[in-house]
């Protein structure tokens, strides 16, 4: 019987095991941590985001995007929910199409899925670091902590070097390029901002649905609607994360990145002038933060009395059609620069990766050395936040357990 390695117990590599032993392989499935999925437990603050019903290929990126196709093809929505109903897992439609665990709890999938595994006979391996694969002849010898084991396929299914503290140290790309792949080097995705806006601290907490412009050397790239939440480095939420990767870029390019924030996106400009020169008639013996409290968040309020140094102005009342334009353009066009992301520490995934022109999009498959594939994040292909990087990890782990 075929012996398969797959090194990696996360989302692509349990979705693989499940598959490859119900075709009858003999499946080792190697993980360095003491348990399977500490990613996918950390996954949409612990619900996770499994998928989405809106899969599409415009959701993905890399150099060459179009390469997932078929294995999206393979495992659209609809068998992404019957494979999870089917060991057991319903899921639930949140917002935006997200797909979630009915029980609200990512620790559901993985017990499900290594029940599978375990009930298929794939031999699960805990604490054991794969650290280096030869080839010899038409095997792969893998050594494994002390020892070492020989396998007629290998699986890379390491993951990024997203949040290393769940387990991705990016030894998936050291093995791609000690057997002679190219790896497009990542950059994070899907992560946070820092600023060194001044203020921005006292700020911090605060909530709101933002409209965002991303501009990259002064030129607008960019421009989302949704959370914005201000912290204190800089900014984060699910708006900051949509735009996060074209910016993580333009600083892998040595490019200078600013935002335009629209506090108030459900007001425009004309709206906000008219409702403020209206509320002047409760401006009387009020500070210009109480009166602004009225209509943004008491902090917000501090901010953009500060931003737009009119702290001179004791009462409200006495504010002029040169002020109210100020605080006009502070809440509709707020521009804060971004000094970097938080880095891969804080990222969700990594765009860039083992570059997939060197493999066949039809079983992911290495098209120079036979019986070496790879699936999920290790993949130069990265998605939108929502459910789209877990839908590829499974998808890929899918067409390669079926494939090997
Ligand atoms: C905080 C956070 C929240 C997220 N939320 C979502 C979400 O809600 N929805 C969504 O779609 N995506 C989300 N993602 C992204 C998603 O989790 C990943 O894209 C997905 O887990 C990638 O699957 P993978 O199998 O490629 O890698 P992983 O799930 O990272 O698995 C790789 C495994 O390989 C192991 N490993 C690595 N090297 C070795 C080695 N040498 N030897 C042995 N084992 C090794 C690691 O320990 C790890 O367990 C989130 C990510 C993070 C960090």
Known sequence: MSRVAIIGAGASGLVCAIEAARKGLHVTLFEKNSKVGRKILATGNGRCNISNEKINITCYHGESPSFAKEALRRFDTFTCKAYFRSLGLEMREGEEGRLYPMSHQASSVVDMLIHEARSLGVNVSLESEVLKIEKKGAEFILHVNEKTHAFDACVIATGSVAMPTLGSSGSGYAFAKALGHSVIAP???????????????????????????????????????????????????????????????????????????????????????????????????????????????????HFIVENTKLTHIKEAAALGAKEMKKIVFALKSLRLHVKATKGFESAEVCAGGVDVRELDAKNLMSKEIKNLYFCGEVLDIDGDCGGFNLHFAWASGYLVGQSV
């Open 187 to 301: 950059y994070p995705s899907l992560v946070q901002f820092v600023s060194d806006e001044p203020h921005l601290k006292e700020v911090s907490g605060v909530k709101v649905d933002a409209g965002v412009e991303l501009y990259i050397a002064n030129q607008k790239r960019q421009s989302v609607q949704g959370d914005l939440l201000f912290t204190a480095y800089g900014l984060s939420g699910s708006a900051i994360l949509d735009i996060s990767r074209a910016a993580s870029k333009a600083f892998v390019d040595g490019e200078a990145v600013h935002v335009v924030l629209d506090l108030l996106p459900n007001l425009s400009r004309e709206e906000l002038t008219s409702l403020l020169q209206k509320r002047l008639s409760f401006a009387k013996d009020k500070s210009l933060t109480l009166w602004l409290e009225g209509i943004i968040p008491k902090k917000l309020a």
